[in-house]
């Protein structure tokens, strides 16, 4: 799964901008930001992606296990970034 995850990139999250995530099948959460990160010139452009729903008070930061229907399963890093809001950065 690991490897999986190195091949994904900031487009393959675009296109699911606005589409909902299972998170440790425990709640869903929508994709509200797809954000490409500066780099130096160079293998895979880094990015971030903050989802937006969950329990209150927000899980803490870890890695879950994430699911989406058309990406599949994934375990992901994830940091609470407010209220309903968690943040995953993929360098």
Known sequence: MGDRLATLTVADFAA???ERFRIASAFEAELVEVSEIPREPGGRAPFSLVFEGGPRPP???AIYPVHHERLGAMEIFLVPIGPDRYEAVFT
Do not use: E, H, V
């Open 16 to 18: 699911r901008r606005g």
């Open 59 to 61: 899980l803490p930061q």
